[in-house]
DNA sequence: GAATCAAACGTAAACGCTTACGAAGCAAGA
DNA sequence: TCTTGCTTCGTAAGCGTTTACGTTTGATTC
């Protein structure tokens, strides 16, 4: 069916091994036979059979990409920031959501293994490290994207999540709020790192870091609109009550608007309220969300150009972490106007 | 490296063959044998390597989809429909943003073609067939996913477009609007399907149908927005004013309704809007929006279990066109309650 | 004019797997 | 005893490509 080497070799009267590597222009061939070829390649419009390719260099041109979902536009930008990276160099980019499921990721990545992708990316939802030891062991790099792991060596690509909460925690501080509540919770890197920023943040600016005003949620997938309502509900029944309220993410925040507008109070005059994400449509809101964004096209970009020089070394190299920087962009849900310290740029 | 059938032979005394067979459940092969090799399979965490069955089989288990995007939920719920049919199947879904250039769009038809993809669905933003024809001279059976072609008969997953137009446009008319205006544009089936459905469904209800409250863009990718921002501010200097407006798609209608707004008007009051894709968050809008869903979910996993049957067929199999039928859901942004016209079920 | 060398091309083998066919063993029917 | 047939396994070949190493040719050197 489709053109191989053999067939244009035969075409042109010269050996399988030379149209080969005229392709990949090789020094042994003479300027004159690698022009007929390429003229020939071009005509017959053949294109190398990738699989055969993989078998004998053991390289299939595949990344692999698991996140935990797709529908905000959070990850869909830093699959589209990878993608960008990828533009042009023959490699394919495999993305795979887990739907927030540390067994569909379990499986995913198995897949992806068992595909023998060059390097594999991962937006992990994992409890435990187990799954990366047996991605290790199949000598597979791996770049942990957004997530890390404490005590596992890994490349990764993010954002500085305590600079994240501390962002977020001052700038509610800044707006004049003195009871900043927090809804996170799970055992996920981003968690922790958000939750100490906030904690630390309070702390130097002497606000109260009272224990009741941070809700926890128990797993990952419960970190959507409905918790962000629900945890708000319980938040506004506090004495006294939080007049800001520090978001893990940006669906949490669209939640927490709706719990503040439903008990009749107002958005920022009350509580104002801060996200994280910086999603796509957040000034379309009720209330325009104020959120830190995590440059998601760019933590995308920086991913990729690693995983491309992960595999061109062929090698393991010693574990990058790549940061970028957080920036928080104000809109209506915490714009008071009502400053107490000194304000950080706005967007 | 990595355990291959040689590996597991010699270990247990028997070919390659007789694994190979056992692997794949042959009847060739006695229980005894099988349960021997199936048993030292697992222990030894043997993968068949992919890209060598490839080779020999012809079929990589591999199926593409390009995408015209995936910011919005849209397409990111029809690739979730698609997965979901995958699931445990074993084949490997390869998802490409076009990010709506054509030109994109061929490369990324043309690496997944190289790739020798089993089944190739696209959601296309092409303006011509030819890209089609390439796809159909290498062998590879593909599917159209919510846009198709007039002159080109190839299956078809979607809605029906003519519908979508007919229920907005009603809608818009049951809740009391005289003058609806239209914005779309550009060549794609369901921007036609849609106009059509508007434009007959007002010549039924006697409304007026002029031309001058249509809004017609010139390329897909301007489908956002930004346009619809742009096309309603020109939209209401019309007179006398347009009092609903039917938009292509949710994203266009969001900044439909900010230039209502904007304009010192109300929505629905002054200004009934409706949408179509019913994308994930309409409702925390600052105007929730009414839309048109489409049953993404729906159409992705159609489309997944009619390309397993493509592939499992073998052999090219007459096109199907299967059309899901879409479902307003009624928000704020229409919700007026001065029906005229027996009303619709609402959500 | 024999030895040396670089340039240009080819041979052999392998990557890991499957498909088609053949062979060995054993039981049953003639 | 010989054929027939079934079950169970193996042999041979090939999928399309690459890598390592040969071979040929003609030019260069002494």
Known sequence: MAVTLKDIARDLG??????????????DISQETKARVLKRVKEMNYRPNLAA??????????????????????????VRGVSSSLQGTGYTLVTTSSEQDPKLE?????????????????????????????VEEAGIPYILIDRSFTGLAAH????????????????????????IAHIGGGGLSPVVGRMEGYKRTLAKLNLPSDPELIYNVERVEELGDSTGYEATKKLLKLEPRPD????????????????VLDAGLSV?????????????????LKIPLTSVDQQTMQIGHKAGQLALQLVEAGEPLPPRRILLEPKLVVRQSSDRKTSTLPRVARA
């Open 14 to 27: 010269v050996s399988v091994i030379t149209v080969s590597k005229a392709l990949r222009d090789h020094s």
């Open 53 to 78: 390719r993989a078998l004998v260099t053991g390289r299939t041109n595949l990344l692999g990409f698991v996140v935990p979902e797709l529908l905000h536009s959070f990850f869909s930008e830093i």
């Open 106 to 134: 379990k499986q995913a990545v198995d897949q992806l293994v068992a595909r023998r992708v060059d390097v594999l990316l991962v937006a992990s939802t994992q409890w435990t490290v187990e799954m990366f030891r047996r």
């Open 156 to 179: 990764f690509v993010g954002v500085n999540d305590e600079e994240v909460g501390a962002l977020a925690t001052r700038h509610l501080a800044e707006v004049g709020c003195k009871r």
């Open 244 to 259: 800001g309220i520090f978001c893990y993410n940006d669906a949490i925040a669209f939640g927490a608007i709706s719990a």
């Open 268 to 284: 920022p005059e009350d509580v104002a309220v801060v996200g994280c994400g910086n999603l796509l449509y957040n000034r379309f």
